[in-house]
């Protein structure tokens, strides 16, 4: 059994759109674990009328977390969005890897035998936050599989194709936008890839043998 976090966003719902569109695993094998309610989501919905099973779950309740991965072998670790818990240059264990900590532990605990995570293409050691906070969970993920505990995948997602306005200086609305002239650096090409297909890379991922890509980390981006 696989179970899947973040399926009511958009990078994990676009991996469960692609799980169930290309028939890359069977229904039956998919748990979802969710905070929102199938009549509060259309992802969610349309799953549960195919037979996924949805388990209640929360990044900051560890317990109900326990108690939705039982019996799965298997989980897809969507980062937290939650990106302000990452400001004021949050010390370790207290940025977004506290909720990712939580899910993990709470995974081992339950039997999990192997955590796909994702984590942020092209990333390094960085003083941004947002890449702090994955690069913290990559090394714990790393730290429970020296320790035997569990193995794991970390599945480095591009930049969406979709998220363009953040990098064009928060440009949202082409009509409604006062400014005549945005200025943005100009200083490096930006690799993008639309969450499409980066759902269905990721779906391919997590449809493959474990051991294919076991204690690996993936990139996926677009061709620039």
Not at 36 to 58: D, F, M, T, V, Y
Not at 143 to 162: A, C, M, P, S, W
Not at 179 to 198: F, H
């Amino acid at each position: 059994m696989l179970a899947l976090t973040g399926c009511s966003g958009k990078i994990g719902g676009a991996v469960l759109h692609s799980l169930l569109q290309h028939s890359i695993l069977p229904p039956s094998s998919l748990v979802i674990c969710t905070t929102s309610s199938p009549s509060s989501h259309p992802n969610l919905a349309e799953a549960q009328s195919k037979g996924i099973q949805i388990r209640s779950s929360n990044y900051d309740d560890r317990a109900s977390m326990l108690s939705a991965f039982q019996g799965c072998t298997s989980l897809f670790l969507v980062s937290s969005p939650q990106i302000a818990l990452d400001f004021n240059n949050a010390p370790h264990g207290e940025g977004r890897e506290k909720q990712h900590f939580n899910a993990i532990d709470a995974a081992v605990e339950a039997g999990v035998k192997h955590i796909y995570y994702t984590s942020l293409a092209f990333g390094s050691e960085s003083v941004a936050a947002v890449m702090r906070a994955h690069l913290r969970t990559e090394a714990y993920l790393k730290q429970l599989h020296e320790q035997g505990k569990v193995d794991f995948t970390i599945i480095r997602e591009g930049l969406y194709n979709e998220s363009w306005p953040l990098y064009f200086g928060y440009y949202y609305d082409l009509k409604k936008d006062e400014r005549s002239e945005v200025v943005i650096a100009g200083d490096g090409p930006v690799s993008w890839t639309s969450i499409s297909d980066l759902g269905l890379v990721t779906a391919m991922v997590l449809g493959a043998p474990r051991e294919e890509y076991a204690g690996k980390g993936e990139g996926e981006e677009g061709g620039g």
